[in-house]
């Protein structure tokens, strides 16, 4: 797939860079990027979650109704879970939800997202930026020339990381920058748009 690249206005610069096939030509797997996503936001879970049991409730055990004649069941402890303010049964307790994915298939869902962008034209490709010091102002200006300043969510792919541009885009709520080594599907499919410098095509493994 050959698709022009555009300087900071958002116009073509006459140049084109070829994007591999094997990486933005594929056929999308949904049920890859399903569980790429299901991983993803697993490992984001804290897992802190918890409730106090029979043994940790600080409540008397004595005996608070006689065993029979109340028309009730026996009870013999005010820590019960059956009684109110008592301990909870079965309840949750701290764990991590993170489960771990194959390596092939984690490049699959990601090589998926990145053809799933390429195929629906919300990839586009930008020669290389540097600004002399971080200016939130000027990246503003090249989020608007690309036309992704009013989408909802723009990632910005850099091929290294470069601080006065990170500086620069950090502060835009519409804009993520992240370089190419950390990019995964869940960041490339959550974005409405997909912004790669040019020396970044070539970095993608």
Same mark, same amino acid.
């Given at each position: 797939?050959? *698709?022009?690249?555009?300087?900071?206005?958002?116009?073509?610069?006459? =140049?084109?860079?070829?994007? @591999?096939?094997?990486?933005?030509? *594929?056929? @999308?797997?949904?049920?890859?990027? +399903? $569980?790429?996503?299901?991983?993803?936001?697993?490992?984001?879970?804290? #897992?802190?979650?918890?409730?106090?049991?029979?043994?940790?409730?600080?409540?008397?055990?004595?005996?608070?109704? %006689?065993?029979?004649?109340?028309?009730?069941? =026996?009870?013999?402890?005010? !820590?019960? @879970?059956? &009684?109110?303010?008592? #301990? %909870?049964?079965? #309840?949750? =307790? @701290?764990?991590?939800?993170?489960?771990?994915?194959?390596? !092939?298939?984690?490049? $699959?869902?990601?090589?998926?997202? $990145?053809? $799933?962008?390429?195929?629906?034209?919300?990839?586009?490709?930008?020669?290389?930026?540097?600004?002399?010091?971080?200016?939130?102002?000027?990246?503003?200006?090249?989020?608007?020339?690309? #036309?992704?300043?009013?989408?909802?969510?723009?990632? *910005?792919?850099?091929?290294? +990381?470069?601080?006065?541009? +990170?500086?620069?885009? =950090?502060?835009?709520?519409?804009?993520?920058?992240?370089? &190419?080594?950390? *990019?995964?599907?869940?960041?490339?499919?959550?974005?409405?748009?997909?912004?790669?410098?040019?020396?970044?095509?070539?970095?993608?493994?």
């Amino acid at each position: 797939m050959r *698709i022009d690249i555009l300087n900071s206005n958002g116009q073509s610069t006459g =140049r084109s860079i070829e994007l @591999p096939d094997t990486i933005f030509g *594929i056929e @999308p797997n949904e049920h890859a990027m +399903y $569980l790429a996503v299901k991983q993803f936001n697993a490992a984001q879970r804290q #897992g802190t979650h918890k409730s106090k049991e029979k043994w940790e409730i600080a409540r008397t055990t004595k005996k608070f109704k %006689r065993q029979k004649g109340t028309g009730g069941a =026996r009870a013999g402890s005010l !820590k019960s @879970p059956t &009684v109110k303010g008592g #301990g %909870r049964a079965f #309840g949750p =307790r @701290p764990r991590d939800y993170d489960f771990s994915l194959n390596k !092939k298939v984690r490049k $699959l869902a990601r090589y998926s997202a $990145l053809s $799933l962008k390429a195929q629906s034209g919300k990839l586009k490709v930008v020669e290389d930026l540097s600004f002399d010091a971080p200016k939130t102002k000027s990246f503003a200006g090249v989020m608007k020339g690309l #036309g992704v300043n009013e989408v909802k969510n723009a990632l *910005i792919v850099l091929p290294d +990381y470069n601080e006065n541009v +990170y500086l620069s885009g =950090r502060n835009i709520a519409n804009a993520r920058l992240m370089n &190419v080594k950390d *990019i995964n599907t869940y960041e490339v499919l959550h974005a409405t748009d997909l912004v790669l410098f040019e020396s970044a095509v070539s970095k993608f493994v």
